[in-house]
């Protein structure tokens, strides 16, 4: 039972954090070193990245519509070029982080994944956000989806980029990449979530086939079941973060994330600097 309210509370984390513009991986990494599962390191490892595909599952079916090729025309299914479109862009987008990501995945995992890089890149892309938006850097000129150019979707993919140092965030690179590039805050905002879909799936198929390779294919009833109950979680919480998100940045800036950011970049740094 301890176990599963851990499992609660990893998948509360990751459907709050993913969303929001604060590094749902530096947050993981955090939470890990505070509160344990009672599992393997090499499953632990697959555990956290998996349980993103309930939180993408929100995505798709809140943007369904949206992102869906198939189109009813008249009771006969046809191709909706708009949203062909709209995926070339975002294949484009990924592009970038997908190269470096799968030929330096492990790499960074040893060398970047600790309390100390964490703070930093939260105390960094706070600064980030709060200068931006203060200043109202972008002209802010994109104000739909749906006019985001091939080459404004390869440049928000280059932001994706610095992603993959945790504590970033991905959704806080991408935003402010979209920022910077003219995009309008619910625009930038929702081609995040859209980038997240083929990212997020790649990253935990990734996890998966590694895992495999070093302890085969084998699960115990323990580990499926924190695992769907990770993943359950996940969903729920990011239905309502997301719904949220959107609504919320309609009338307000990302000033208040990018101060929470520094705060618990802080706290963070002090904690394992002084305290630990």
């Known amino acids: 039972m301890l176990e599963l309210l851990k499992a609660v509370l990893f998948g509360i984390v990751e459907g709050v954090t993913e969303w929001l513009p604060i590094s749902s991986t530096g947050h993981m990494i955090l939470l890990d070193k505070f509160i344990h599962l009672g599992v393997s390191a090499e499953f632990y490892k697959l555990f956290e990245v998996v ?44 592009f970038p982080a997908a190269i470096i990501g799968i030929l330096f995945d492990d790499w960074m995992e040893e060398n970047f994944f600790t309390p100390q890089v964490v703070s930093l890149a939260l105390i960094a892309y706070g600064f980030l956000f709060v200068i931006i938006e203060k200043y109202d850097l972008g002209s802010k000129s994109v104000q739909r989806v749906e006019d985001i150019s091939y080459r404004k979707a390869f440049e928000v993919g280059v932001f994706q980029l610095f992603s993959l140092v945790p504590g970033t965030s991905r959704s806080g690179s991408t935003i402010i990449g979209g920022l910077l590039i003219g995009l309008e805050r619910s625009v930038a905002a929702e081609f995040t979530f859209y980038l997240a879909i083929p990212v997020m799936i790649g990253a935990s198929l990734l996890k998966l086939i590694k895992y495999v390779m070093r302890m085969g294919f084998v699960f115990d009833s323990n580990e499926l079941l924190l695992l769907t109950v990770g993943c359950i979680v996940a969903f729920i919480v990011s239905i309502i973060v997301i719904r949220f998100l959107m609504s919320y940045i309609k009338k307000h800036n990302f000033i208040p994330f990018g101060y929470y950011r520094i705060v618990l970049g802080i706290l963070v740094l002090v904690y394992f600097k002084f305290l630990n």
């Open 51 to 94: 349980i993103q595909l309930g939180a993408i599952l929100a995505v798709i079916i809140l943007y369904f519509e949206k992102i869906w090729p198939l189109k009813n025309n008249n009771g006969s299914l046809t191709l909706d070029r708009a949203t062909l479109n709209l995926w070339g862009k975002i294949i484009v987008a990924c």
